[in-house]
């Protein structure tokens, strides 16, 4: 079973980025699809991004001029970079991957999840 650890979140001022950054424990071009989850307090959890074998990818429309996910196979690592944070921004940021079927933008087809990064973003 494959492992995920992410880091890089924090807190950071409206209009602020980070890099968040998700390292498997197994080669990344092995997994069909990994993306990244957000979830705020009292909210369900929701696709931000994903990626797939052919580094396609899907953005959840509120972030998709904002943030950029990428994946370095060699280092089996994936990526979400954030520029122009907003308020509406502030969740735990989870790493998710499927090792089979579709890629598509719904934490419930994903079976594999990382702890979790916070990201806050408040003045």
């Known amino acids: 079973q494959v492992k995920l650890v992410e880091s890089g979140g924090g807190s950071v001022q409206p209009g602020g980025s980070l890099r968040l950054s998700c390292v498997a424990s197994?080669?990344?071009?092995?997994?069909?699809?990994m993306g990244w989850f957000r979830q705020a307090p009292g909210k369900e959890r929701e696709g931000v991004a994903n990626?797939?074998?052919?580094?396609?990818?899907t953005y959840l429309d509120s972030v998709k001029d904002r943030f950029a996910i990428s994946k370095d196979n060699a280092e089996n690592t994936l990526y979400l970079h954030m520029l122009n944070l907003e308020p509406e921004d502030t969740a735990m940021y989870y790493c998710?991957?499927?090792?089979?079927?579709?890629?598509?933008?719904?934490?419930?087809?994903?079976?594999?999840w990382g702890q979790g990064t916070q990201v806050t973003v408040s003045s």
């Open positions: 197994r080669s990344t071009s092995d997994l069909r699809c």
């Open positions: 990626i797939n074998l052919l580094s396609e990818t």
């Open positions: 998710g991957a499927r090792t089979w079927g579709g890629c598509a933008l719904r934490p419930d087809e994903y079976t594999v």
